[in-house]
C-alpha cells in the first residue's frame, strides 16, 4: 500500500518532468551546451583528421548548429519560445557557426604549412 508521502512526492516529480516538457527554452539551452561541447571535444580529436584528409566537412566535423537553427525556428513559430529567446538562441546559433568556422579555418592553415593538398 502506498503512503500518502510517496504518492505526493511521486506526484509532484511527475509535475516537474510535464514542465519540463513544455518548457522548450530549457531543453534548447541545453542543446546549445552539448552542440558547444561536442564541437570542442571533436575538434580536439579529429583535428589530425581535418588536417590531413581531404574530406568532406560534414562527415570529419560536421556543423551542430543548422540542426539547432531547424529546432529554434519552429519553436518561435508554434509560439513555445519568445522574441527575446529566439533571438538570443539565433545569436547562440551563430557564435557555435562561428567556432565551427575558426576550426576549420586553423586546421586548414596548418594543412597547407605541412604541405597537404586542400
Given amino acids: 500500500m502506498l503512503d500518502n508521502n510517496t504518492y505526493t512526492a511521486s506526484n509532484r516529480d511527475f509535475q516537474k518532468i510535464k514542465e519540463y516538457e513544455k518548457n522548450y527554452a ?5 542543446f546549445l551546451d552539448l552542440a558547444e561541447t561536442e564541437l570542442l571535444e571533436n575538434y580536439k580529436k579529429k583535428e589530425f583528421l581535418m588536417i590531413r584528409k581531404d574530406q568532406p ?5 560536421p556543423r551542430k548548429d543548422l540542426i539547432l537553427r531547424n529546432l529554434i525556428e519552429s519553436a518561435y513559430e508554434e509560439g513555445d519560445l519568445s522574441k527575446k529567446e529566439f ?15 575558426k576550426q576549420w579555418h586553423s586546421a586548414d592553415k596548418k594543412a597547407r604549412v605541412l604541405g597537404y593538398d586542400r
Fill in 57 to 61: 566537412r560534414a562527415v570529419v566535423h
Fill in 87 to 101: 533571438d538570443r538562441y539565433t545569436k547562440r546559433c551563430d557564435d557555435l557557426h562561428s567556432l565551427w568556422q
Fill in 26 to 30: 530549457s531543453r534548447i539551452e541545453i
